[in-house]
């Protein structure tokens, strides 16, 4: 499938949460969460992606790749959020958009987590001190982040 395709595809998909996102929400730069920090991060990718056009983009995306990001996505939220199917849909959608279309790293630079793992841009490269531990996992969807492997904190 061409990359052009699969962003089309997702915009489309993105239609029902229209209404359902705000789309101006009043965050507080204040508000150094993680969860205020991602949220306001699938915000950006979702103002992304519906307000974009992508048609130029003629290189094919690996389908088994694509998929198995799907079903690692999937697995995650089979173990820590089994019920909530339909926000399950919106994070998939904006995971293959930034993987496969924006080829930006999955958590936002500059977000520290509790346990000192930060992701962080140095020139034109990310970098996450927590993916040399992270990609090991089972499930983990770190093998589909463009952010380079980095230990020293």
Same mark, same amino acid.
């Given at each position: 499938m061409k990359r052009s395709e699969l962003f089309l595809k997702l915009q489309k998909g993105m239609e029902q949460y229209k209404s359902k996102v705000k789309l101006n929400d009043n965050f507080d730069e204040k508000d150094k969460s993680v969860q205020y920090i991602?949220?306001?991060?699938?915000?950006?990718?979702?103002?992304?992606?519906?307000?974009?056009?992508?048609?130029?983009? +003629? *290189? #094919?995306?690996?389908?088994?790749?694509? @998929?198995?990001?799907?079903?690692?996505?999937?697995?995650?939220?089979?173990?820590?959020?089994? +019920? *909530? #199917?339909?926000?399950?849909?919106?994070? @998939?959608?904006?995971?293959?958009?930034i993987t496969f279309i924006a080829k930006k790293p999955l958590h936002p630079p500059g977000i520290k987590f509790s346990n000192g793992i930060m992701l962080y841009k140095k020139g034109d490269t990310y970098y996450c001190t927590g993916k040399s531990l992270f990609i090991k996992k089972k499930h983990s969807l770190c093998k589909y982040c463009i952010a380079q492997m980095n230990n020293i904190m």
């Open positions: 991602m949220s306001r991060y699938n915000l950006e990718n979702f103002n992304d992606l519906i307000n974009s056009s992508y048609e130029e983009l +003629d *290189d #094919e995306v690996d389908e088994k790749e694509l @998929k198995d990001l799907e079903n690692r996505i999937d697995e995650y939220f089979t173990l820590y959020s089994p +019920d *909530d #199917e339909e926000f399950r849909e919106f994070i @998939k959608k904006i995971s293959v958009y």
